[in-house]
């Protein structure tokens, strides 16, 4: 009797595959781009979104004949995301190490829900492990880990357990302990009487600058985005007006957590005064978060001795110990395939007694193992995403990854170094160009280049920036983050496309 779903002989897999390894090859083992491009244009765009098959097929097209298909149709309308040149976001790309992890996930296609079926659990924990490692933080301290989707998911693990911690030291203050002699968890009794029993009206989560994530985590926790409360200083305000945060943090019948940034979305600066932050946190009760999506990693040059940055770093990342709870990205700057981020926090148990999956035998757990990933994170069912990751941090260790920081650093600076010194461009938020990291933000000095400078930049094509505002004016963004990069030669045609853009609307004015 046939199979439902037809198995390609080995001619027509190896054929596949063969194609496949052309590709990886011509991306990975060129020292061209695979194309002058960026981004596909315009007209590449709506041909081949033309050509979509959009109803679905009775009868199959069969395995060849739908790859065939998605070769011609789709791949030549997909982005250059993974070079060097894409720095319009902080994507990263897939180090040949990642990426050979990545194959051999979907090749053994692992749920790691829980310990004892293989052993997947145990290397995404020793993975999560190497990253404190690398960042110089003690694994033994921060026994509540998991690796995520990515950084959106893992804000919204630490303000479900930040909320759950806010309101038992609340209810236990106010009401004290139950019969059991226990503080009732909102996990169990739920958020509407977990206030009632804190005796509070509402809860808020102070920020200075944050990423859009942490308002849509308080949107899906309940709290309401609302609830995002940006508390920044004027003249700095990637850094937090300490005052105003003690004046918020002592508002009487409000839970707080509070969010640092390691470092901000839109010019990479950092959150200071962070033992001074933890301090006023211990005072009032409150959560302290340290969201290092973007910046966490620039605390892997602290170590490095060989590196000009290492002063600078140690100054930016001061007290990420002191945090609660971390977030990070291990497809920014760490250059896994997507997607795939991870979560810390000191108290594991917390951590369950958010996100333990009740009342399901059929999926416990093998007595005497840790806790099951299931039980500390928002899916039961999870791709194995620690090991591209493991093996990428395997395969360059150290001082692989600290060179890449290094370099992310060095590029960046150079560009500001144009920009600053440039006629036509202002360096944002200031001209210190100490205090870049791996983002540069800057706009143009006419107002009427600057509103059409985004599109300038992009419209050759050659590099890839993005668009934000920046003092209710437009602003660019160049994000540096690749696994490829030559700093001086990155930096070079970045230099390249900005006086382009300056020579040409100098020409016609």
């Known amino acids: 009797m046939p199979l439902p779903i037809p198995q390609p002989s080995a001619e027509e897999l190896e054929n596949v595959l063969d194609q496949i390894k052309s590709l990886v090859v011509n991306r990975y083992a060129n020292t061209s781009p695979p194309s002058d491009f960026v981004v596909p244009s315009a007209k590449t765009l709506t041909a081949h979104s033309q050509r979509l098959i959009q109803q679905l097929p009775e009868t199959g097209l069969g395995f060849e004949p739908a790859f065939d298909f998605v070769k011609d149709t789709v791949l030549p309308a997909l982005s250059n995301q993974s070079t060097e040149t894409y720095l319009g976001f902080v994507t990263g790309g897939a180090t040949p190490a990642a990426l050979v992890g990545d194959y051999i996930v979907s090749l053994f296609d692992q749920n790691v829900h829980r310990y004892g079926d293989s ?14 490692e690398f960042v110089y933080l003690d694994p033994s301290a921060w026994k509540g880990r998991l690796v995520t989707t990515g950084a959106t998911a893992s804000n919204i693990l630490a303000l479900a357990v930040g909320r759950e911690h806010v309101l038992a030291q609340h209810i236990a203050a106010n009401k004290g302990p139950d019969a059991s002699g226990s503080t009732p968890l909102t996990s169990e009794i739920g958020l509407f009487k977990a206030m009632k029993l804190a005796n509070l009206e509402s809860m808020q989560v102070l920020h200075c600058l944050s990423h859009s994530s942490i308002a849509k985590a308080c949107a899906v926790l309940g709290l309401g985005s609302n609830a995002a409360m940006s508390v920044s200083d004027a003249r700095k305000p990637w850094c937090f007006n300490l005052a105003q945060l003690e004046e918020r ?213 050659a590099i890839l920036l993005s668009g934000t505002q920046w003092h209710h004016q437009p602003a660019v963004r160049v994000a540096v983050s690749n696994w490829k990069i030559d700093a001086e030669s990155l930096a070079s045609r970045v230099v390249k496309e900005l006086a382009r853009v300056a020579r040409e609307f100098e020409e016609h004015t």
């Open 249 to 461: 943090l002592a508002t009487p019948h409000v839970g707080s957590i509070v969010v640092v940034s390691f470092g901000e979305v839109n010019t990479g600066r950092y959150t200071r005064d962070i033992p001074k932050i933890r301090a006023l946190c211990d005072k009032y009760h409150a959560w302290l978060h340290i969201d290092g999506a973007f910046g966490i990693y620039s605390s892997a040059l602290r170590g490095s001795n060989t590196s000009e940055y290492q002063a600078k770093a140690i100054e930016w990342t001061d007290g990420l110990e002191l945090g609660d709870s971390i977030t990070g990205d291990a497809h920014k700057s760490l250059n896994v395939p997507y997607d795939c981020g991870f979560f810390y926090c000191r108290d594991e148990a917390l951590l369950q007694s958010v996100f333990k999956n009740p009342g399901a035998a059929y999926l416990a757990g093998v007595k005497g193992a840790p806790v099951n990933p299931l039980d500390k994170g928002i899916e039961n069912s999870r791709r194995f995403r620690a090991l591209p990751l493991y093996l990428t941090l395997l395969a360059y260790g150290r001082n692989g990854y600290q060179q890449l920081v290094d370099a992310s650093i060095r590029a960046a600076r150079l560009i500001a170094e144009y920009i600053a010194s440039s006629k036509t461009y202002i360096l944002l938020p200031d001209d210190d160009i100490s205090e870049v990291s791996t983002i540069v933000l800057f706009r143009a000095k006419s107002d009427v280049l600057n509103a059409e400078l985004l599109a300038r930049i992009n419209s050759s094509r």
């Open 119 to 132: 052993l997947a659990a145990v290397i995404e924990n020793v993975t999560l492990s190497l990253i404190l």
